[in-house]
């Protein structure tokens, strides 16, 4: 009869260390679970991060080459507007030099004016 109670006792044990490994089984397999989509989840948000970072750097890239033009079409501009200074002060300075040839000559003429006379 011990032998039958001892029987009995260890099969409940027994009965108990399986559910205790289940239960261990089921926490280990949730937690890896949890983990997994904790996982997924951070990769999930690093590649969202990386192709807002994509769009970000592109955007920075368009703004520069923007930049970049405008300073071109700026440059170009000056150096046209200076082209078009220097176009005028050549005229100015050939236009002075004719003033002071026709005064001159007049100059003269009138000193021969005043000697006719």
Same mark, same amino acid.
């Given at each position: /009869? &011990?032998?039958? !109670?001892?029987?009995?006792?260890?099969?409940?044990? =027994?009965? &108990? *260390? @399986?559910?205790?490994?289940?239960? !261990?089984?089921? $926490? %280990? !397999?949730?937690?890896?679970?949890?983990?997994?989509?904790?996982?997924?989840? /951070? %990769?999930?948000?690093?590649?969202?991060?990386?192709?807002?970072?994509?769009?970000?750097?592109?955007? %920075?890239? !368009? /703004?520069?080459?923007?930049?970049? @033009? #405008? *300073?071109?079409?700026?440059?170009?501009? *000056?150096?046209? #507007?200076?082209?078009? %200074?220097?176009? &005028?002060?050549?005229? =100015?300075?050939?236009?002075?030099?004719?003033?002071?040839?026709?005064?001159? =000559?007049?100059?003269?003429?009138?000193?021969?004016?005043? $000697?006719? /006379?």
């Amino acid at each position: /009869m &011990q032998w039958v !109670a001892d029987k009995k006792l260890l099969e409940r044990h =027994t009965l &108990q *260390l @399986q559910h205790q490994v289940n239960e !261990a089984q089921e $926490g %280990l !397999a949730s937690s890896l679970r949890f983990h997994k989509v904790s996982e997924e989840s /951070m %990769l999930l948000e690093n590649e969202g991060l990386r192709l807002h970072f994509d769009k970000v750097q592109a955007s %920075l890239a !368009a /703004m520069q080459k923007s930049e970049k @033009q #405008e *300073l071109q079409l700026q440059y170009l501009n *000056l150096i046209e #507007e200076n082209d078009t %200074l220097l176009r &005028q002060k050549n005229e =100015t300075v050939l236009l002075h030099k004719q003033v002071e040839s026709k005064y001159a =000559t007049l100059e003269q003429d009138s000193k021969r004016n005043e $000697g006719d /006379m």
